[in-house]
Nanobody
């Protein structure tokens, strides 16, 4: 079982940047996908970005494409999300998650392990 811990959230003004990190412990198989999801107050959790652990295939939600960059460090079992040009609507709790590798990387129900979440607040 993979265990995940996020860090790097905080308060930033619109137009600013933040970098989230996710440290994974346990065995991450090569076909696993790692993803970022977010949940704003009163809204459902939504997909942000994901990366295939071994091959490095990446997919982004349209809302963050061009502003966010996902990356992973296989040697250190960490994943990051660089968020630039942040907007107030990016305010949410951000979660990292690990998928067994089957099914769409954008579907949260394909992810079995989740971190505790980190708050990102973007002020206008």
């Amino acid at each position: 079982q993979v265990q995940l811990v996020e860090s790097g959230g905080g308060l930033v003004q619109a137009g600013g940047s933040l970098r989230l990190s996710c440290a994974a412990s346990g065995r991450i198989l090569s076909n696993y996908a790692m993803g970022w999801f977010r949940q704003a107050p009163g809204k459902e959790r939504e997909f942000v970005a994901a990366i295939r652990w071994s091959a490095g295939n990446i997919i982004y939600a349209d809302l963050v494409k061009g502003r966010f960059t996902i990356s992973r460090d296989k040697a250190n079992n960490t994943m990051s999300l660089q968020m630039n040009n942040l907007k107030p609507e990016d305010t949410a709790v951000y979660y990292c998650a690990s998928s067994s590798g089957f099914g769409s990387m954008t579907n949260q129900y394909n992810y079995a392990a989740w971190g505790q979440g980190t708050q990102v607040t973007v002020s206008s």
